[in-house]
Protein backbone atom coordinates (compact mmCIF):
# COMPACT_ATOMS: atom_id res chain seq x y z
CA UNK A 1 0.00 0.00 0.00
CA UNK A 2 0.81 3.53 -0.69
CA UNK A 3 2.43 5.13 2.49
CA UNK A 4 -0.63 7.79 2.56
CA UNK A 5 -1.86 9.20 6.20
CA UNK A 6 -4.49 11.59 6.72
CA UNK A 7 -4.68 13.35 10.14
CA UNK A 8 -7.06 13.57 11.96
CA UNK A 9 -9.43 10.32 10.95
CA UNK A 10 -12.56 11.94 12.69
CA UNK A 11 -13.17 15.62 13.66
CA UNK A 12 -16.63 16.82 15.57
CA UNK A 13 -16.48 20.83 14.98
CA UNK A 14 -19.16 23.62 15.42
CA UNK A 15 -19.74 25.88 12.29
CA UNK A 16 -17.42 28.84 12.46
CA UNK A 17 -14.29 27.32 13.64
CA UNK A 18 -11.56 26.77 11.57
CA UNK A 19 -10.60 23.41 10.43
CA UNK A 20 -7.00 21.75 9.25
CA UNK A 21 -6.68 18.41 7.98
CA UNK A 22 -3.43 17.18 6.88
CA UNK A 23 -2.37 14.55 4.29
CA UNK A 24 1.57 12.94 4.68
CA UNK A 25 2.82 10.97 2.10
CA UNK A 26 6.00 8.46 2.16
CA UNK A 27 6.33 8.05 -1.60
CA UNK A 28 8.17 11.25 -2.90
CA UNK A 29 5.21 11.56 -5.34
CA UNK A 30 4.61 15.00 -7.30
CA UNK A 31 1.10 15.46 -7.55
CA UNK A 32 -1.29 15.35 -4.22
CA UNK A 33 -5.25 15.88 -4.17
CA UNK A 34 -7.79 16.55 -1.70
CA UNK A 35 -11.68 15.37 -2.19
CA UNK A 36 -14.58 15.33 -0.52
CA UNK A 37 -17.09 12.40 -1.07
CA UNK A 38 -20.89 12.80 -0.49
CA UNK A 39 -23.77 11.03 -1.44
CA UNK A 40 -24.89 11.75 -4.66
CA UNK A 41 -22.27 13.57 -5.60
CA UNK A 42 -19.60 10.74 -5.92
CA UNK A 43 -15.96 12.60 -5.51
CA UNK A 44 -15.37 15.80 -6.23
CA UNK A 45 -12.05 17.52 -6.43
CA UNK A 46 -11.54 20.37 -4.11
CA UNK A 47 -7.74 21.43 -4.80
CA UNK A 48 -4.66 19.78 -6.15
CA UNK A 49 -0.97 20.45 -5.98
CA UNK A 50 1.62 19.76 -8.56
CA UNK A 51 4.40 20.80 -6.30
CA UNK A 52 6.04 22.65 -3.67
CA UNK A 53 3.66 25.84 -3.15
CA UNK A 54 2.26 24.65 -6.69
CA UNK A 55 -1.34 24.15 -6.22
CA UNK A 56 -4.80 24.59 -7.92
CA UNK A 57 -8.39 24.54 -8.12
CA UNK A 58 -10.71 22.05 -8.40
CA UNK A 59 -14.67 21.64 -9.07
CA UNK A 60 -15.36 22.96 -5.23
CA UNK A 61 -12.77 24.79 -3.86
CA UNK A 62 -14.91 27.72 -2.41
CA UNK A 63 -14.23 28.04 1.45
CA UNK A 64 -11.11 25.86 1.30
CA UNK A 65 -7.38 26.81 1.08
CA UNK A 66 -4.42 24.98 0.62
CA UNK A 67 -0.76 24.65 1.36
CA UNK A 68 2.38 22.53 0.76
CA UNK A 69 5.62 23.63 2.06
CA UNK A 70 7.23 20.34 1.42
CA UNK A 71 6.40 17.32 -0.86
CA UNK A 72 5.02 14.91 1.99
CA UNK A 73 2.68 17.56 3.29
CA UNK A 74 -0.55 18.98 1.78
CA UNK A 75 -2.86 20.49 3.96
CA UNK A 76 -6.27 21.34 3.22
CA UNK A 77 -7.85 24.04 5.53
CA UNK A 78 -11.90 25.13 6.16
CA UNK A 79 -11.29 28.97 7.09
CA UNK A 80 -14.67 29.00 8.73
CA UNK A 81 -16.17 25.41 8.78
CA UNK A 82 -20.05 25.33 7.91
CA UNK A 83 -22.48 22.39 8.02
CA UNK A 84 -22.00 21.85 3.81
CA UNK A 85 -18.63 20.86 4.49
CA UNK A 86 -19.87 17.62 6.80
CA UNK A 87 -17.99 15.22 4.20
CA UNK A 88 -15.81 12.78 3.71
CA UNK A 89 -12.50 13.37 3.02
CA UNK A 90 -10.06 12.06 0.66
CA UNK A 91 -6.65 13.08 0.05
CA UNK A 92 -4.59 11.24 -2.78
CA UNK A 93 -1.32 10.75 -4.62
CA UNK A 94 0.11 10.46 -8.21
CA UNK A 95 3.51 10.07 -9.72
CA UNK A 96 2.28 11.80 -12.76
CA UNK A 97 3.79 9.58 -14.77
CA UNK A 98 2.11 7.50 -17.70
CA UNK A 99 0.04 5.36 -15.44
CA UNK A 100 -0.48 8.04 -13.34
CA UNK A 101 -2.92 6.13 -10.83
CA UNK A 102 -4.22 7.83 -7.94
CA UNK A 103 -3.42 6.27 -4.82
CA UNK A 104 -5.73 7.21 -1.53
CA UNK A 105 -5.45 7.52 1.97
CA UNK A 106 -8.05 6.47 4.55
CA UNK A 107 -10.24 9.42 4.44
CA UNK A 108 -11.18 11.95 7.58
CA UNK A 109 -14.70 12.08 8.46
CA UNK A 110 -15.61 15.83 9.64
CA UNK A 111 -19.23 16.44 11.09
CA UNK A 112 -20.10 20.15 11.68
CA UNK A 113 -22.71 20.96 13.66
CA UNK B 1 -17.64 19.23 -20.30
CA UNK B 2 -17.19 15.18 -19.53
CA UNK B 3 -19.52 13.10 -17.58
CA UNK B 4 -19.23 9.41 -16.14
CA UNK B 5 -22.02 7.30 -15.36
CA UNK B 6 -22.09 3.84 -14.12
CA UNK B 7 -24.80 1.69 -14.01
CA UNK B 8 -26.39 -0.05 -12.27
CA UNK B 9 -26.03 1.90 -9.05
CA UNK B 10 -26.57 -1.16 -7.29
CA UNK B 11 -26.14 -5.32 -8.02
CA UNK B 12 -26.63 -8.50 -6.20
CA UNK B 13 -25.75 -11.72 -7.10
CA UNK B 14 -25.28 -15.17 -5.80
CA UNK B 15 -21.75 -16.39 -5.10
CA UNK B 16 -19.73 -17.57 -8.52
CA UNK B 17 -21.63 -15.53 -10.90
CA UNK B 18 -19.54 -13.49 -13.28
CA UNK B 19 -20.93 -10.20 -13.61
CA UNK B 20 -20.48 -7.47 -15.80
CA UNK B 21 -20.15 -3.38 -14.37
CA UNK B 22 -20.50 -0.88 -17.13
CA UNK B 23 -18.91 2.72 -17.03
CA UNK B 24 -19.77 4.99 -19.87
CA UNK B 25 -18.33 8.73 -20.43
CA UNK B 26 -19.76 11.70 -22.89
CA UNK B 27 -16.49 12.79 -23.58
CA UNK B 28 -14.24 10.22 -26.08
CA UNK B 29 -10.88 11.95 -25.63
CA UNK B 30 -9.58 10.52 -22.68
CA UNK B 31 -6.31 9.70 -21.40
CA UNK B 32 -7.01 6.99 -19.43
CA UNK B 33 -9.90 5.20 -17.86
CA UNK B 34 -9.71 3.87 -14.34
CA UNK B 35 -11.47 1.44 -11.85
CA UNK B 36 -11.07 1.38 -8.10
CA UNK B 37 -13.00 -0.04 -5.34
CA UNK B 38 -13.96 1.34 -2.45
CA UNK B 39 -14.93 -0.85 0.94
CA UNK B 40 -17.02 0.52 3.19
CA UNK B 41 -15.62 3.19 5.75
CA UNK B 42 -12.18 3.02 3.75
CA UNK B 43 -10.38 4.22 1.21
CA UNK B 44 -10.02 3.77 -2.80
CA UNK B 45 -7.84 1.19 -3.71
CA UNK B 46 -7.23 1.40 -7.79
CA UNK B 47 -7.82 -2.19 -9.67
CA UNK B 48 -6.64 -1.57 -13.14
CA UNK B 49 -5.85 1.87 -15.61
CA UNK B 50 -6.31 1.26 -19.07
CA UNK B 51 -4.60 3.55 -21.61
CA UNK B 52 -6.50 5.26 -24.10
CA UNK B 53 -4.84 3.03 -26.67
CA UNK B 54 -5.40 -0.12 -25.37
CA UNK B 55 -8.63 -1.97 -25.56
CA UNK B 56 -8.09 -3.85 -22.19
CA UNK B 57 -7.01 -4.87 -19.08
CA UNK B 58 -6.13 -7.87 -16.79
CA UNK B 59 -5.74 -8.46 -13.18
CA UNK B 60 -6.66 -12.41 -11.90
CA UNK B 61 -10.43 -12.42 -12.25
CA UNK B 62 -10.69 -8.84 -13.02
CA UNK B 63 -10.88 -7.55 -16.68
CA UNK B 64 -11.53 -3.78 -17.60
CA UNK B 65 -11.99 -3.36 -21.72
CA UNK B 66 -12.55 0.40 -23.07
CA UNK B 67 -14.34 1.59 -26.23
CA UNK B 68 -13.92 4.73 -26.91
CA UNK B 69 -15.21 5.46 -29.97
CA UNK B 70 -18.80 4.26 -27.98
CA UNK B 71 -17.72 6.19 -24.83
CA UNK B 72 -17.78 2.81 -22.74
CA UNK B 73 -15.82 0.59 -20.57
CA UNK B 74 -16.75 -2.43 -18.97
CA UNK B 75 -15.38 -4.40 -16.05
CA UNK B 76 -15.82 -7.96 -15.70
CA UNK B 77 -15.54 -9.94 -12.81
CA UNK B 78 -15.00 -14.03 -12.87
CA UNK B 79 -16.63 -16.27 -10.40
CA UNK B 80 -17.46 -13.55 -8.08
CA UNK B 81 -16.67 -14.06 -4.34
CA UNK B 82 -18.09 -12.64 -0.93
CA UNK B 83 -14.95 -10.97 -0.25
CA UNK B 84 -15.75 -9.08 -3.87
CA UNK B 85 -18.26 -7.42 -1.94
CA UNK B 86 -17.83 -3.25 -2.10
CA UNK B 87 -18.59 -0.12 -4.49
CA UNK B 88 -16.83 -0.11 -7.71
CA UNK B 89 -16.25 3.49 -8.67
CA UNK B 90 -14.96 4.09 -12.56
CA UNK B 91 -12.92 7.35 -13.13
CA UNK B 92 -11.73 9.04 -16.49
CA UNK B 93 -8.53 11.28 -16.70
CA UNK B 94 -9.05 13.65 -19.65
CA UNK B 95 -5.26 14.75 -19.59
CA UNK B 96 -6.02 18.00 -17.53
CA UNK B 97 -3.57 18.14 -15.12
CA UNK B 98 -4.22 14.28 -14.28
CA UNK B 99 -7.48 15.84 -12.65
CA UNK B 100 -9.94 12.51 -12.79
CA UNK B 101 -13.46 12.56 -13.37
CA UNK B 102 -15.65 10.05 -11.14
CA UNK B 103 -18.86 8.27 -11.55
CA UNK B 104 -20.99 7.46 -8.82
CA UNK B 105 -20.40 4.03 -8.26
CA UNK B 106 -21.97 0.50 -8.34
CA UNK B 107 -22.48 -1.52 -4.94
CA UNK B 108 -21.94 -4.87 -5.44
CA UNK B 109 -23.04 -7.10 -3.20
CA UNK B 110 -21.78 -10.81 -3.56
CA UNK B 111 -24.03 -13.26 -1.58
CA UNK B 112 -22.52 -16.49 -0.16
Known amino acids: DAGITQSPRHKVTETGTPVTLRCHQTENHRYM ?55 VYFCAISDGGLQETQYFGPGTRLLVL | KQEVTQIPAALSVPEGENLVLNCSFTDSAIYNLQWFRQDPGKGLTSLLLIQSSQREQTSGRLNASLDKSSGRSTLYIAASQPGDSATYLCAVNAGNNRKLIWGLGTSLAVNP
Do not use: C, M, N
Open chain 1, 33 to 87: YWYRQDPGHGLRLIHYSYGVKDTDKGEVSDGYSVSRSKTEDFLLTLESATSSQTS
